[in-house]
C-alpha cells in the first residue's frame, strides 16, 4: 500500500495566518483534513507583509498548533497569497503546426500556452497562474482539450494572475525563517473557487466573493473558466471600523457585535396600523382606511452615547405603495 502523504496548506491572509494539514492517499485519491489552526498577525497588513519578525512568529506558532492537533510533522508548506498587489489580466496566444500529420499533442498545447504568456510586463512583477480559458483549433472556438484532435492553427485564450515580486519575496522569506520551505505560490481566489464552485456554475456563469479582513477578492467564472478576478482593498475590518465609530465602542468590542448581533433586526410579529384617506373618495367610512406598518426591534444598545442615528426604540418599515389599490372617482 503506498505511503499516504502530508499536504501543509498556508494562507497569509489580510491579517491572520492560517493553517491546514491534509492527508492524501494516492491510491483512494482522496484528502483527509488532519488539524488546522489560525492565529492573528500583526506582521500583515493587507495580505502583504509589514514586519518579517511578526509574521515569522506567527508562521511558526499556527504551524506548530496545527501540528500537535494532526501529530505529524511538515517541512513544506503551499503558500496561500492575497492583497491589492495581485493584479490580472486576459491575453491571448497562437501556435502553427507545422508537422504533416497535424495531430496536436500535449507539447503543442504547452507551446501555445507559452506564447500566450509571453508578454512584456514590468521587472518588478511575475507571474503567478496561467490559466487557460478556452482553445481555438482553425478558428474553431470552444474546444475544452486539442490533444488528438487535427488542425494547423491552434490558438488559446488565458487568465494571467501577477503579484508584486518584492511582497511575494517577503512572504517567502517569513516562512523560510520559521522553518518550512515553500513548494508553490496559490492564488486565494482560484483556490477557493476550485473548492466551492462547481463545473455546472461555472458553465452557466456566476460570480465568487472572497471578503477578507482587509481585501475582498472577486472573481467571474463564465463558460467553464475564470475570465475576471480582481483584489478591491475594502474588507471585513471597514464594517468593524464603521460600527465601532458609530457605536462608540473600541474595535474588539464592534467585531464582536458584529459577529453576534448581524440577526438583531428581525420581524417581531406584530403590526401597527395608521389611518390614512383615499382622495376621490365621498364617503367618510369607505375613505379611511387602514395600512399595516411592519415593526423591527432595535438592538440592546447598552451604553451607547445619545445620537440621531439610535434615539429611536423602534424602527418602522413600511411596505411599498401598492398601485390600484382604489378606485379613483371622476366626474361625469
Not at 501529530?71 to 496566444?93: M, W
Not at 486539442?146 to 488542425?151: A, F, I, K, L, S
Amino acid at each position: 500500500m503506498p505511503k499516504s502523504d502530508i499536504i501543509a496548506g498556508l494562507d497569509m491572509g489580510s491579517s491572520r495566518v492560517t493553517c491546514v494539514l491534509a492527508e492524501h492517499d494516492a491510491e483512494s485519491e482522496k484528502i483527509r483534513i488532519l488539524a488546522g489552526a489560525s492565529v492573528p498577525c500583526k506582521g500583515l497588513k493587507g495580505g502583504v507583509v509589514v514586519n518579517i519578525a511578526e509574521t515569522q512568529r506567527a508562521i511558526a506558532s499556527v504551524m506548530e498548533q496545527a501540528e500537535e492537533k494532526a501529530k505529524e510533522i511538515v517541512g513544506e508548506v503551499y503558500l496561500g497569497v492575497r492583497g491589492g498587489h495581485i493584479q490580472t489580466f486576459n491575453n491571448r496566444g497562437a501556435y502553427n503546426i507545422a508537422r504533416a500529420d497535424k495531430e496536436i499533442t500535449a507539447e503543442d498545447v504547452s507551446n501555445v500556452i507559452e506564447n500566450a504568456k509571453a508578454i512584456p510586463i514590468p521587472s518588478d512583477r511575475e507571474i503567478l497562474h496561467v490559466i487557460p480559458q478556452g482553445f481555438s483549433l482553425d478558428r474553431q472556438r470552444g474546444v475544452p482539450n486539442p490533444v488528438g484532435m487535427e488542425g494547423a492553427l491552434l490558438e488559446v485564450g488565458v487568465h494571467i494572475v501577477t503579484a508584486q515580486s518584492s511582497h511575494i519575496n517577503n512572504l517567502m522569506k517569513s516562512v523560510s525563517q520559521a522553518g518550512f520551505r515553500v513548494v508553490d505560490t496559490v492564488y486565494n481566489l482560484l483556490a477557493i473557487g476550485e473548492l466551492v464552485v462547481s463545473p455546472e456554475e461555472k458553465d452557466l456563469g456566476c460570480l465568487l466573493i472572497d471578503i477578507g479582513g482587509q481585501t475582498t477578492a472577486i472573481g467571474i467564472y463564465y463558460e467553464g473558466s475564470l475570465r475576471f478576478s480582481s483584489e478591491i482593498p475594502l474588507g471585513g475590518d471597514n464594517v468593524t471600523r464603521d460600527i465601532a465609530y458609530g457605536l462608540g465602542t473600541s474595535m474588539a468590542a464592534a467585531g464582536g457585535k458584529g459577529k453576534t448581533r448581524c440577526r438583531t433586526f428581525k420581524p417581531c410579529g406584530r403590526r401597527l396600523h395608521d389611518e390614512y384617506y383615499r382622495p376621490g373618495c365621498q364617503d367618510q367610512k369607505r375613505n379611511k382606511g387602514q395600512r399595516s406598518v411592519g415593526i423591527r426591534a432595535a438592538p440592546d444598545r447598552g451604553n451607547v452615547r445619545k445620537d440621531k442615528r439610535f434615539s429611536s426604540k423602534l424602527q418602522l418599515r413600511r411596505p411599498a405603495r401598492r398601485s390600484h389599490t382604489y378606485r379613483r372617482r371622476f366626474p361625469t
